[in-house]
């Protein structure tokens, strides 16, 4: 879990399939994808639903399985993908072989190696001297893959930063969903970014992602007053099961360059230069929600816990765990829905103490709202120098506008609160638990927030009501642009 | 101009409704080495260096400029150099010089009611401005704060020195000594920030031209070497005819170069010229006390 694309823990424990940092033409184009993805299975299913519809009480048989447009796709690949059509010569239900199609729909689109899958089915005659009342069928898939080369360029203005970007993609390099991507972002916060990520499903399954990202990138920390530059490699397996629960490994080797330019904190200074990581961690994910970014029913839960200290090179071994949990519920009555949420971590340094660029920061506008980025917790000549454990945490209550019921834009009530410590490895751990249970600093706000399907937008009029002489407030106006808030 | 109303001024001066005082946080330890004895001036600083040695039962910098810095500071406020247990509100630290606004080392970070950093420019600046007034020696220590920076900046550069070598001088990482990759990466990033020091590229940029392939620096460096010696020579020459406050700061800092040289690039052709004034250089380690 580094500072720049799995910095954050909490932004690292996240699912691959965070938006946080596409653009709105990225998010429009990811939800016409989206759109398209579910019409296409609907229509499959509606189709095939009424080519069965007369023979609904027949078993069926399935004798081969043809597929058109296949040339782009490894042998050993497709087998894979149509196994379970295939796995039998028994009989199947219409419903399990409609699952069956279905399922095959769902991979090659989570793949992203397809453009449209279309599925007709031609019945074949029974070979001669069968005895059996079955339906015996041939679907014939006709595969339209997607552009084998992508690219595209642009800028992004907001949240404070602008910057432009240029992105390659080589798709289904291999014939089995492989892809090459490349990304160069050049902008006022990250000075300079470079990330050539290849990824492919493993074992040819499309609920197994193996990915390995290549990175360069100079950032500005501002809450340090430093700029920092990374260069790593990072490998990480994830699921992409449909169900709730998600898993991820990710192995992090990542140079970090630290250079001070205008903070006057003793620890800033002394953390300067370079620091090596070298840390393998793992998250468990369970998601229900109904939606990502505001859900009114459902649940999201995830824990991750992270090694740093495999080489002898790494100056600040850690251990480090974090936590998440939202719970939603929908208020039909007062056309309303509550989201209540709570984050927690914990670092534990294996040495005599952690680094600036691993530890957790709290604060900001889609954090603990009415105080500045990172605003919370310790502080050294005006240097936010993070914190070892922490616990935030929130109540929003959304409200449908009056008359404007079907609208995205819905009134935003909530109650946010935060702490932020460091770790005294001269007491216990229960002792320094112990520093969470008071003191936190608390905020309320009104406002107005868009639900776009890709990302929520927040304008809020903010106050702190509880706060620590150290913290950074914000009064008045606040706003917040993600898929992750408290 | 729209004015805000009153009401609102009152409600957002009257949040956050409660402050909490901000609880002990236990800063990192730094590793400060004190000077040692008191000083009549209530002053407090910490030199940060690239890295520390020991030289006796003595803590020193590595580095010449450093080096020099630290015994005008303990001169001038009456210390003896710092040890392990120095006693003084004073001292030495070791950072690496990324923690410089400037990239450059030392630092001289004052501690009064606020802190203040001040970068090596500054520090040779108050230097200049509150110890020197005879123009002889403002060229001298001139000489010294351009002509041997230069040389020094340059044999770093040039005489491919082992890892060892600047990790032990400058405090690179020594855990990555093994590992060819990073150190290789690492060493080649720090010369880049060597050959920005004293702006010395800005002022020799046709010297890096296509600096690995050319000889243009290594040439630049042999001719200097012969400059330095004749330098060297007239200093020790003027250092002997005067004794004078002014002198005895260029004699600190000189000795700086002297002790540090003699130290870790004895094997240099810097360090055969610093050799070869065998009695200066014994002078100059007897100001270490």
Not at chain 1, 51 to 68: A, G, M, W, Y
Request: proline share 3%; net charge neutral; hydrophobic share 35%.
């Amino acid at each position: 879990m580094s500072q720049d694309y799995n910095d954050e823990f909490i932004d690292n424990i996240k699912r691959k399939d965070s938006i946080k940092n596409l653009t709105d033409a990225e998010k429009e184009l990811e939800k016409l994808k989206n759109d398209k993805q579910s019409f296409m299975i609907e229509q499959n299913k509606q189709y095939l639903e009424s080519l069965f519809q007369d023979h609904k009480s027949s078993p069926i048989k399935i004798r081969n399985v043809q597929i058109t447009n296949a040339q782009t796709f490894r042998d050993s690949f497709l087998q894979s993908q149509f196994k379970s059509l295939l796995a039998s010569d028994q009989s199947v239900s219409l419903e399990s072989f409609l699952t069956k199609v279905e399922h095959i729909s769902k991979n090659f689109l989570k793949l992203g190696i397809i453009d449209n899958l279309l599925v007709s089915v031609q019945q074949v005659n029974p070979p001669m001297f069968s005895r059996g009342t079955s339906l015996h069928v041939v679907p014939v898939f006709n595969i339209i893959p997607t552009k084998k080369f992508y690219a595209k360029t642009g800028t992004n203005i907001g949240n404070g930063e602008g910057d432009g970007y240029i992105q390659f993609q080589l798709r289904n390099i291999f014939g089995g969903g492989e892809n090459l991507e490349f990304d160069a972002v050049s902008g006022t916060k990250t000075q300079s970014s470079y990330m050539l990520n290849y990824n492919q499903p493993l074992f040819n399954n499309a609920n197994y992602r193996l990915e390995n990202l290549f990175y360069v990138n100079t950032r500005k920390f501002d809450w340090i007053q430093a700029n920092v530059t990374g260069r790593g490699v990072t490998n990480k397996i994830h699921t992409l099961f449909d169900g709730p629960v998600n898993h991820e490994v990710v192995l992090e080797n990542y140079w970090k360059v630290l250079n001070n330019y205008g903070s006057k904190s003793l620890e800033v200074l002394q953390q300067a230069g370079s620091q090596y990581k070298s840390s393998l961690s793992y998250n468990i994910i369970y998601d229900s929600r109904n939606n990502k970014h505001l859900p009114t029913v459902g649940k999201y839960l995830q824990f991750g816990v992270e090694f740093n200290g495999w080489a002898k090179y790494v100056k600040y071994p850690f251990i480090k765990t974090a936590g998440q949990a939202q719970f939603s519920y929908s208020l039909p009555k007062f056309k309303s829905s509550v989201i209540a949420t709570a984050k927690t971590g914990m670092l534990y340094p294996l040495g005599t103490t952690s680094s600036l660029l691993d530890r957790f920061y709290i604060g900001g506008p889609n954090d603990v709202r009415s105080f500045m980025l990172n605003g919370l917790g310790p502080k050294d000549f005006n240097s936010s120098i993070g914190g070892d454990i922490f616990l935030n945490g929130g109540i929003s209550l959304i409200t449908d506008i009056p008359r404007y019921t079907e609208s995205n834009f819905k009134i935003h009530n909530f109650v946010n609160f935060g702490k932020l410590v460091k770790m005294d490895k001269s007491q216990g751990i229960i002792d320094n638990l112990k520093q969470l249970t008071h003191s936190h600093s608390l905020s309320y706000g009104i406002g107005l927030l868009f639900n776009h399907p890709m990302a929520r937008f927040e304008l809020n009029l903010v106050v702190p009501i509880i706060a620590h002489d150290r913290d950074s407030v914000r009064k008045g106006i606040q706003y917040g642009i993600g898929v992750s808030f408290l | 101009m729209l004015q805000v109303p009153q009401t609102i001024k009152t409600f957002f001066d009257a949040v956050p409704v409660k402050n909490i005082s901000n609880d002990h946080t236990k800063l990192d330890d730094i590793n400060i080495y004190h000077f040692q004895g008191t000083s009549n001036s209530q002053a407090k600083f910490t030199l940060a260096v690239f890295n520390t040695t020991q030289e006796g039962d003595l803590i020193i910098p590595t580095d010449p400029i450093s080096l020099g810095y630290t015994l005008i500071l303990s001169h001038k406020s009456k210390f003896t150099l710092p040890k392990e247990n120095g006693s003084s509100n004073c001292g030495i630290m070791a950072m690496s010089h990324l923690g410089s606004p400037n990239n450059v080392l030392p630092v001289l970070i004052e501690d009064d009611n606020l802190r203040n950093i001040k970068t090596l420019d500054s520090i040779n600046h108050d230097l200049i401005e509150n110890n020197f007034d005879s123009h002889e020696a403002k060229l001298v220590n001139s000489l010294v704060d351009s002509k041997f920076y230069d040389v020094w900046v340059q044999c770093i550069l040039n005489e491919d020195l082992p890892y060892k070598v600047l990790s032990e001088l400058f405090g690179l990482d020594e855990t990555i000594e093994g590992n060819v990759v990073l150190r290789e990466t690492q060493k080649y990033e720090f010369l880049t920030q060597v050959a920005n020091w004293n702006s010395f590229k800005l002022r020799h940029p046709t010297l890096f031209e296509q600096w690995t392939r050319t000889n243009y620096l290594k040439n630049y460096y042999e001719s200097q070497i012969g400059e330095f010696a004749k330098d060297l020579q007239l200093i020790i020459e003027y250092l002997n005819n005067n004794s004078d406050e002014q002198s005895t700061l260029i004699k600190h800092k000189v000795a700086g170069y002297m002790i540090s040289i003699d130290k870790f690039l004895k094997s240099t052709k810097l360090g055969d010229v610093v050799v070869s004034q065998g009695e200066f250089l014994h002078q100059c380690y007897d100001l270490l006390v």
